[in-house]
């Protein structure tokens, strides 16, 4: 009950200080133009999140796989139409490396301008993380609103978050890029104008001084780190409790919330969108022979994933790591499949979860040719599933089960009654079944991870 009371403060502060923040923000606008105070800069709120069509002219740089860059600009475009913008050019330019100034060439930039006014686009988005003086000169040479990939992602993730811990953790990230990308760089970014970009804590103010913005990321982190720790003792109790962890990974959109709502009636957000779950679910399941697990959504995984959300999601991300086995879930109708089952494994290398036992479940076989070859070398069992229309589920269980059991070893052993600390040990890593008290100490009978069977070898 008292952590409920502290809870509840902590997001009662939560709120005011957002609040004290908005007033900053419109006390701070008194010195924009008229022009400016009629745009967006002040008239949209925090979490703002109304759906605007927007015309986006997207930019891609080949530095080496012509193929992989031509992928990368398709993926791009889904996440423009998730934040709600239309894609009505495209433009890649085969480069050695990424202009320094510019990001693409002299020649390249009055292609994308002429493109601009032909099909009166709102936005430019270029498919790599633009530096400061990038973002600048190609503002000035297109005369146009220029985002990057990375604003984008967070553009859409701010949509997305619906909890406390969410938002405070995309507003984190917004502020940090947007603190690298004022530092040498000009302060009127207000010719982002509105839509994409635009949305979010994090992107209100752009010509907010760094003091406040340096104030805000202060407050946000302090405010995280309180969510943060309800979520290191939630962590704590799950792993005082026997039941094993099942941590749902994969690229986004290859199906885990439909998965997760076939297996337990979570009632998650599920759409043939990117990012459409942002906040982690987790779930109860109990098999048919009594056996149970808890099942845990995470955020879909992309190429390109900025360095600025994983530091912010960082807590989110991790609930692999504290995972029993990670469920790889692949989207077998995606010809990127292979290309995307990489970018998971290097996330979850990026995450330090290389060590975990994996069952790699081949999604939306359905969709798929029956005779179509599916294969993952560095998953310990794979299988072929609907998540969708439930096909294959159970045989999935049954493979996670069997990879649970091969992955525990009973240990019988007694302890010295002055060895209280190393009992205390095995209670917090195994599963206590049995105890003993005999006249040299404690015989005990414990289920436990292999992984931990080390601290308790004589």
Known sequence: MRRQCLWRRNISGVIRQTRQWKRNLLLLGHGLSKKQKGGSVLNELLYDTAEREERIVLVGVATSDMEDTLQSLEELEELGQTAGAVTVAKVVQNRESFHS??????????????????????CVVCDDELTPAQYNNLQDLLEVKVIDRTVMILDIFAKRASTSEGKLQVELAQLRYRSSHLAGGRSDLSRLGGGIGTRGPGEQKLEMDRRLIKERITFVRRELEQVQKMRELTRKKRQENPIPVVAIVGYTNAGKSTLLNHLTGAGVLSEDKLFAT?????????????????????????????????????????????????????????????????????????????????????????????????????????????????????????????????????????????????????????????????????????????????????
Not at 110 to 116: A, F, I, R, S, T
Not at 297 to 302: E, L, N
Not at 307 to 334: G, M, P, W
């Open 101 to 122: 100034k510019t990001y693409i060439g002299k020649g390249k930039i009055q292609e994308v301008k002429e493109l601009v006014e032909k099909y009166q686009a709102d």
């Open 278 to 458: 942002l906040d982690p679910t987790t779930r109860r399941l109990e098999l048919e022979n009594g056996e149970e697990m808890l099942f845990t959504d995470t955020v879909g995984f992309i190429r390109k994933l900025p360095h600025h959300l994983v530091q912010a999601f960082r807590s989110t991300l991790e609930e692999a790591k504290y995972a029993d086995v990670i469920l790889h879930v692949v989207d077998a109708s995606n010809p990127d499949m292979d290309v995307q089952m990489q970018t998971v494994y290097e996330t979850l290398q990026r995450l330090e979860v290389g060590d975990k036992p994996i069952v790699t479940a081949f999604n939306k076989i359905d969709s798929v040719s029956g005779e179509m070859t599916l294969k993952d070398l560095r998953a310990d069992r794979t299988v072929r599933i609907s998540a969708k229309y439930g096909d294959g589920v159970e045989a999935m269980l049954s493979l996670i089960s069997d990879v649970l059991k091969e992955n525990k070893v009973i240990l019988e052993m007694v302890f010295p009654y002055g060895e209280g600390a190393k009992l205390n040990q095995l209670r917090k890593y195994g599963q206590l079944l049995s105890e003993e008290y005999q006249n040299d100490g404690i015989f005990v009978k414990a289920c436990l991870d292999r992984e931990y069977l080390y601290l308790f070898s004589k």
